[in-house]
C-alpha cells in the first residue's frame, strides 16, 4: 500500500498499489467465462506457454467461494444477473488483493435482494481490513453502510464526518449548501384538461382498465 501523496500515470500501477475500482457501468465481457472475466490479460500459462485452464478455474473459484458465492467460474458472465456480474467484479478486484476498492453507484442497477447480498459483501470486506470509497447519493445507503462520509459540491471539498454525528437533513444541507426547510411542498393547482381517456380497457393480461391522463400530470403503469 502507498502511505505517502502519490500521482498513478494509469490503472495498472494503481492496482499494483493495491487500489482497485469496480465502476458504474459494469466492466465485463458477457460472452467469456466468469474466470476470463477475471483473469482477463493476466491469464496463468503452464510450461509449454498454453493457457492452463485447469489452474485459472481454480483460482476463480477460490475468489467465488471467499464472496459465498455458489456457481462455478466457467460459467458464461452474460447467463449472470446484474447483481451477481457486480459479484464478479468484486472477485476481480480481489483478484488484484486490493486493499481500497473503490465502488461507484454500485447499486444503481441492483434490486432490494442484490442490494442486501452487496452490502454483506462489504461488511465482510471491512472486516478483513480492507477500506472502500463508496460513491452514492443514496441517503439511505450511506447511512446503513458507511462510517465516514466526505461531501464534495462543485467539485470543491466541503466536509468530512463520522456518519454517527450527522443525520440526514444535515448531509443534504452541507450537498447543497443551503437548508431546505421544505423539500416537498405542497402546490395548490388546479387540475388541467383531460388529454386522454380510458374505459374499460381490455387484452391480453390487461381487464377493465380505466384511467384519466390530464393536461400538467404524469400517469405511472407499473407492472
Known amino acids: 500500500m502507498v502511505r505517502q501523496e502519490t500521482t498513478f500515470n494509469g490503472p495498472k500501477s494503481s492496482q499494483e498499489a493495491g487500489i482497485g475500482i469496480i465502476h458504474q457501468e459494469l466492466n465485463l465481457i458477457p460472452q467469456l467465462t466468469i474466470a476470463e472475466n477475471i483473469f482477463l490479460g493476466r491469464e496463468f500459462v503452464n510450461r509449454f506457454g498454453k493457457i492452463d485452464w485447469k489452474q485459472m478455474y481454480a483460482e476463480a473459484d477460490k475468489l467465488l467461494a471467499k464472496l459465498n458465492l455458489r456457481f462455478t ?3 458464461l458472465v452474460g447467463d449472470l444477473s446484474i447483481g451477481d456480474q457486480q459479484m464478479v467484479e468484486i472477485a476481480k478486484v480481489l483478484s488484484f488483493e486490493s486493499k481500497v476498492i473503490i465502488m461507484d453507484e454500485p447499486t444503481d442497477a441492483l434490486t432490494d435482494t442484490e442490494t442486501e447480498s452487496l452490502f454483506r459483501v462489504i461488511r465482510e470486506l471491512k472486516s478483513q481490513g480492507r477500506g472502500i ?3 452514492s447519493h443514496r441517503m439511505k445507503e ?4 458507511c462510517d465516514d462520509v466526505t461531501v464534495f459540491r462543485d467539485g470543491q471539498f466541503i466536509a468530512e464526518r463520522e456518519v454517527s454525528s450527522l443525520d440526514e437533513d444535515r448531509l443534504i ?3 447543497v449548501g443551503r ?3 421544505d423539500q416537498y411542498p405542497h402546490l395548490d393547482k388546479a387540475p388541467g384538461a383531460v388529454r386522454l381517456k380510458v374505459d374499460n ?3 391480453p393480461g390487461v381487464d377493465n382498465v380505466t384511467f384519466t391522463l390530464r393536461q400538467g400530470r404524469s400517469s405511472a403503469l407499473p407492472g
Open 73 to 75: 467460474s466457467q460459467k
Open 133 to 135: 470509497v463508496y460513491i
Open 142 to 145: 450511506i447511512f446503513e453502510i
Open 173 to 175: 444541507e452541507m450537498m
Open 179 to 181: 437548508k431546505l426547510e
Open 201 to 203: 380497457l381490455c387484452g
